[in-house]
């Protein structure tokens, strides 16, 4: 089936750092990919969402590019700020669900950003 | 606006005890999801639906029913509640065209069983 695995835990990083979060699947077909982001009390939202190979979506700041060949669709920004304190979640689509949507996801990572 | 709204948005009962979650969407929404979310485990799929009077299973069913009786509103159902479905519940409905549809989420039910 398919599956989802995360950076685990915590993260903690100082404001301006640049920001990785790590995301890899295993899906017998060729999934999609969303990164959701839940703040404090809040209810996740879409963060962004990968197309194809080698397009490379970007929301707020942040990007990530899926790799088929290693299994990857890392979260990326080049400074972090405060206001990125959130927990993370990695999640997958995939093709063979036939269109119902059902997306599986990863444990989240916790992202905290201190000045 | 469309939104996903839940209710109650907390909730405590006894071990035994009956519970009923309730979820609906103003987004004309096909699809309906019941995710809880745990310390460690992330959001785990419990039950959905792609229209009214349809249900799927899940990846955590046990000890959940569901029932979707419109295209706006999905129920959770725990019958016999025990401690460890004290969790942080979330539905979720998107259009699912093509498998690439966004989520929009309810705001969550906290539950808690004693």
């Known amino acids: 089936g398919d599956s989802v695995t995360q950076t685990e835990g915590l993260v903690t990083l100082t404001e301006g750092l640049p920001v990785m979060l790590n995301c890899t699947y295993q899906?017998?077909?060729?999934?999609?990919l969303f990164w959701y982001v839940q703040h404090l009390n809040e209810a996740p939202k879409l963060l962004l969402k990968?197309?194809?190979?080698?397009k490379r979506p970007e929301h707020q700041g942040f990007h990530a590019t899926l790799h088929k060949s290693s299994s990857s669709f890392h979260l990326q920004k080049s400074s972090a700020q405060l206001s990125d304190s959130a927990l993370y979640y990695c999640?997958?689509?995939?093709?063979?669900?036939?269109?119902?949507?059902?997306?599986?996801f990863g444990q989240g990572t916790v992202l905290s950003v201190i000045p | 606006e469309a939104a996903v709204t839940q209710s109650p948005r907390n909730k405590v009962t006894v071990t035994g005890g009956n519970v009923t979650l309730s979820c609906r969407q103003t987004?004309?929404?096909?699809?309906m999801y019941w995710y809880r979310q745990d310390t460690g485990h992330g959001l785990r799929l419990i039950h959905y639906?792609?229209?009214?009077?349809?249900?799927q299973i899940g990846d955590v069913p046990d000890g959940y029913k569901a029932t979707r009786t419109t295209q706006e509103d999905f129920f959770l159902l725990l019958e016999l509640a025990s401690p460890s479905q004290t969790s942080l519940y979330f539905c979720?409905?998107?259009?699912?065209?093509?498998?690439?549809?966004?989520?929009?989420f309810g705001s969550g039910t906290r539950l808690l069983v004693i």
């Open positions: 999640a997958l689509s995939g093709m063979a669900t036939g269109g119902n949507n059902k997306l599986t």
């Open positions: 987004n004309s929404h096909n699809y």
């Open positions: 979720a409905s998107s259009d699912g065209a093509g498998g690439v549809s966004d989520y929009t």
């Open positions: 990968s197309f194809t190979d080698n």
């Open positions: 899906s017998t077909y060729s999934p999609f």
């Open positions: 639906s792609y229209g009214a009077g349809n249900l």
